[in-house]
C-alpha cells in the first residue's frame, strides 16, 4: 500500500488570520514531497508539522497573486541557509524567475543550490512531472491573471503476484519479474502457465486534483473526470456570488456542482474569505449539492485513498 | 506623560522559527505608530496584538536582506483589502519601490492608497522624518548590504505651567499658551513676571536606537550618545565571533560594548541565531559588559521612558 496524502497548510484567502495561514499543501506519496503554493508563513507551517524541508525538491505555484508565493522566497532562504544542495524545481508562470532574481539581486544573496524553473502554460493541461508511479498534470484554471491546478495522478500499478499460485505451479524465483510486468510464464519444457492464474488484480491508482483559485469553470471537469479527492477553492458563500463572479473566484455550491459533474468521490473545500468565522456555513452549502465535502481544515492530513 | 514604547514583533535571525519571528518592532510613540522591519509574518504578529494595521502609516525598513522586509507585500495587501486610504510612507534603500512595482505589475494588482517612497542613505546620519514632538534620524550601520538603523528622538518638550503660580500672579487665561513657549508675562500695567517664576521644568525627551544588522561599528556612537533605549542585533555568542565577523554581525559582547560606550541607558539584544536554544546564553555574555541589558523577547513592550 503506498501513501499517499495531502496535508492542508493553510486555507485563507487574502487576508490572513491567527489561525487560518495563506495558501499551501504539502502532497506526500510515498513520501516523495511535493509543495503546492506557497504563502507568506508556509516556512513555519511546515517546521510546525515537522517537515524536513530538503525533502521538498517539487514547488508548484498555481499563480502570481501573493497570497500564493509571498512565502516562497523565504522558505528558499532557510533552505540555502541549511545547506541546500540538491536541485529545487519550481513550476510556475515564467515571471517568478525575474521576482526571485530581483531579490538576489537586492539582497547580494547566492544560493547553494540550483533552481530550475519549468514554465507552465494556462491555457492547456499538459503533463509537466512524470517519475515511474506518479504524473502531475495542469488544469488551466479561470482567474484574473495566468493560473493553474494540478493534477496529481498515481499511474497504473502492476499486477500482484500471487503466493500461493507461483508455489503450485513451481514458479522459479527468476522468472517472478517478468510475471510481474505481465507476461505468461513459459516453462523449460514449453509449457504454458498464463499470467492471470499467477497474479492477481493491481491495487487501484489514486489521484488528487487542487484548483485554486478560480472561478467557477466546466472546462476542467473533463481534466479531473473521476478523481479521488478534489480540493477545489470556495471563497465565498452564495450569498456573495456577485462578489465571486467580480473576483474570478468561486462559491461554496459551485465548487460542490464541479465535484459532482467530474464524479469525484469527495471533495474539500478552502481558500476562505475571512468574512465567514464559521465555516459550516459553506460547508453546508457544498454539502447540500455534493454531500462527500469536508473543510480544508488546517494542520488536517486528507488520505486520498480514503474516500469517506 | 507621553506613551513611548516598543513592540517586539521578531527577534530570530535568518531562520524563524514557531517562536521566533523575523524582525519587526512596532514603535508607539503618543498613539503614533512606526513600524520597523517586516520580516515574513510580521502582520499575523500585529494581528495577535490587535494593532489596527490602518494606523501605520510609517514603515522603516532597515535593509534588504529577506529576513527584514518579506513580509512587507503581504502586509501592504492585507491594507489595500481593507480599504485603506491614506498614504503609506516607506523609508528604504531605492531599491524596494522596484522589488514591490514587479509584484504589483505580476499580480496586476493595484492598491487602493499611495505610497511614498522615502530613499534613506546608508553613508550617512540623516533627519528623515520630523514632526511636532519626534524625529527620526538614520544610523549608518556596518552590513553586507547597504543598511541603516534608526533613531526616534522626542524634540525637547516646553516648560510645564505652575497652576500654583498661575493663580498667585491672577494670570489671564489668554496668557497662558505664550508662557508655555517660554515668554514672560508683561501684565497691562507693563509689570513683568519671569517665565521661571510661572513654570516647571519640562518633561525629558526620550530617545530610542534601533541598529540591526551590523558588525560591531563605534562609528555610530556619537550618534546614539546618550540613548535611553537601544535595540543592538547580536546575533553570535562571542564563540562564534569568526563568523560574525565574516557574516557582518555582531555578537553578544560586542552589542553590550556598544551601549556601554554609547552610554546607553538601557541595552535590548536580538536578531538571534537560532543555533542558540538558551539565550540567557547571550544575555549573561552581553550583562557581563553592560549590566542593564535584557532579551527582546517576542510580544514584549519595552517602555522607553522606564530606564529599568
Redesign the interface.
Known amino acids: 500500500m503506498t501513501k499517499f496524502n495531502v496535508l492542508i497548510l493553510g486555507n485563507a484567502s487574502?487576508?490572513?488570520?491567527?489561525t487560518r495561514n495563506?495558501t499551501s499543501q504539502l502532497v506526500n506519496i510515498n513520501e516523495q514531497y511535493f509543495l503546492i503554493d506557497c504563502g507568506?508563513?508556509t516556512?513555519?507551517r511546515l517546521?510546525?508539522h515537522k517537515i524536513k524541508l530538503q525533502r521538498i525538491n517539487h514547488i508548484f505555484i498555481s499563480h502570481?497573486?501573493?497570497?500564493h508565493y509571498?512565502?516562497l522566497?523565504?522558505l528558499m532562504?532557510?533552505m540555502n541557509?541549511?545547506g541546500r544542495v540538491n536541485e529545487l524545481i519550481i513550476y510556475c508562470?515564467e515571471?517568478i524567475k525575474?521576482?526571485i532574481d530581483?531579490?538576489l539581486k537586492?539582497?547580494?544573496?547566492t544560493l547553494s543550490y540550483p533552481i530550475n524553473y519549468v514554465t507552465v502554460s494556462s491555457n492547456q493541461s499538459e503533463l509537466i512531472f512524470e517519475n515511474e508511479k506518479v504524473e502531475v498534470s495542469t488544469i488551466p484554471l479561470k482567474h484574473?491573471?495566468p493560473c493553474t491546478g494540478f493534477l496529481f495522478k498515481e499511474k497504473p500499478k502492476s499486477r500482484r503476484i500471487n503466493p500461493k499460485a507461483i508455489q503450485d505451479y513451481n514458479i522459479p524465483k527468476h522468472a517472478i519479474n517478468k510475471i510481474k510486468l505481465g507476461e505468461d510464464y513459459e516453462s523449460e519444457t514449453y509449457e504454458i502457465v498464463k499470467n492471470e492464474l499467477l497474479t492477481q488484480d493491481s491495487l487501484p491508482s489514486f489521484s488528487y486534483a487542487f484548483c485554486s483559485d478560480t472561478a467557477y469553470e466546466e472546462k476542467i471537469i473533463p481534466i479531473i473526470k473521476d478523481v479521488d479527492l478534489l480540493y477545489h477553492e470556495s471563497t465565498f458563500h452564495e450569498e456573495h456570488a456577485d462578489r465571486a463572479k467580480k473576483t474570478f473566484h468561486s462559491t461554496a455550491a459551485q465548487a460542490a456542482l464541479i465535484a459532482k459533474k467530474s464524479n469525484a468521490k469527495r471533495l474539500i473545500i478552502g481558500h476562505f474569505s475571512n468574512r465567514y468565522p464559521d465555516l459550516n456555513l459553506l460547508l453546508n452549502e457544498a454539502k447540500s449539492v455534493f454531500e462527500n465535502t469536508r473543510i480544508a481544515e488546517q494542520g488536517i492530513f486528507f488520505d486520498v485513498q480514503n474516500s469517506q
Chains 1, 2 share one sequence.
Open positions: 487574502a487576508a490572513p488570520s491567527l495563506h507568506e508563513g516556512q513555519i517546521r510546525e502570481l497573486h501573493g497570497d509571498l512565502g522566497i523565504g532562504q532557510t541557509l541549511l508562470s515571471n525575474e521576482i530581483i531579490h537586492y539582497s547580494r544573496g484574473k491573471i
